[in-house]
């Protein structure tokens, strides 16, 4: 009996990993057969072949601006840490790289991963700040939407769709409530855990409930007001500059997006990133940001898959390049980012703000 119960597991476990390898690469190919279904190729090559090389240029300097401006805000996002520029910049470069070439964003555990052998702290703590970032990030994109359709409307946007983008940007706003909520009962949940971790025996529960409580520990710079600020105040920096290089691309392309569609731009392809497909989200990003885009007020369905494409193309390049660089040599980048930290931690008045 024991050995048909273990057989069952084992089958079980086998549907499960082949349906979560599988079903990512279903749900790209059915998006990118609805994204170019009815596209006339020749308009969308002519669309590609006359875009703006200057603007299209500064399109990746503020992509790349922006991921530097996002590695001096993750050390803000750790309790307390010494992270410098360059390391910090290499890891999250990294996390975002494998984010492009794994399916489900599994980047982000290779990320807490190496954050952890850098820093030789618990990959749970940098988990929680990378979770931190997410929901900083989400927030920041949400308020963005909520303004638009708050000041200018939702305009000739559909209304299912602009429904679906302020789902997302709700569901934002209660997980935020919901780690408030968890953070001020932090003290509570502590002595709960500590309470129950000395009651039981097992040592796989002993060490989830003490990796719980890692993860909370990495919330707290949340649960300052003044941290949250400053945290809040690089989020929207690093979205602006976002924001600029999703005009450059519209510029490119001699859009007449106004800003309020170019922001709109900007949150469908970062709200639709967040559908579990294939790696780098292609196909589920071109299918729901070209809907967007032609929904606003782009001229044609060709002209819009062509902006998603820029974008979608720079993002990579920007991330690709350093990423696979730094991915080839990950030794002794590892080695030199561990000593570089070292150093960093030996200077006086090098405490993380």
């Known amino acids: 009996m024991p050995g048909h119960v273990a057989q069952g597991n084992q089958h079980t476990f086998m549907k499960r990993r082949v349906l979560k390898r599988i079903l990512p690469w279903l749900i790209t190919l ?6 170019f279904r009815d596209v006339e190729w020749g308009v969308l090559w002519s669309h590609i072949r006359s875009a703006r090389p200057m603007y ?17 805000r993750w050390p803000k996002l750790f309790p307390s840490v010494t992270f410098p520029l360059l390391s910090s910049w290499k890891v999250l470069v990294l996390g975002f790289f494998m984010n492009n ?40 994109i949400s308020v963005l939407f909520a303004s638009i359709v708050g000041f200018f409307g939702r305009g000739r ?11 997302v940007s709700y569901l934002f706003g209660a997980v935020a409530l919901g780690v408030i909520a968890t953070l001020s009962m932090r003290n509570t949940i502590f002595s709960i855990v500590e309470k129950y971790s000395n009651k039981t ?17 990495g919330l707290s710079p949340l649960r300052s007001p003044k941290q949250a600020l400053i945290i809040a105040c690089w989020s929207v920096m690093i979205w602006s500059i ?12 001699d ?47 060709e002209l819009a898959l062509s902006m998603v ?24 980048q590892l080695n030199g980012m561990s000593e570089e930290t070292q150093l960093a931690d030996e200077m006086p008045g090098s405490l993380a703000s």
């Open 242 to 253: 976002e924001l600029g290089a999703f005009w450059a691309v519209a510029r490119a392309f």
């Open 101 to 140: 070439i794994l399916p489900a964003r599994a980047g982000e555990i290779v990320r807490a991963h190496l954050g952890s052998k850098v820093l030789g702290k618990p990959g749970t703590l940098v988990l929680a700040t990378i979770a931190s970032e997410r929901l900083a990030d989400g927030l920041t």
């Open 255 to 301: 859009s007449s997006l106004p800003i309020s569609g170019v922001a709109i731009f900007l949150v469908a392809v970062n709200f639709s990133s967040l559908i579990p497909a294939a790696p780098g989200g292609f196909g589920v990003i071109e299918l729901i940001a070209k809907s967007v885009l032609v929904s606003v007020g782009v001229e044609s369905g």
């Open 30 to 35: 059915g998006a990118l057969y609805w994204a």
């Open 201 to 217: 025996d097992g040592k796989a529960r002993k060490y989830a409930l003490s990796r719980l409580q890692i993860f909370i520990d």
């Open 157 to 167: 946007l559909d209304p299912e769709i602009a429904n679906n983008l302020l789902l």
């Open 309 to 332: 494409l820029a974008q979608h193309v720079i993002q990579y390049a920007v991330i690709g390049i350093p990423g696979a660089f730094l991915l080839s040599t990950l030794r002794s």
């Open 56 to 72: 299209i240029a500064i399109a990746m300097l503020l992509t790349i601006t922006s991921y530097w401006v996002r590695a001096a």
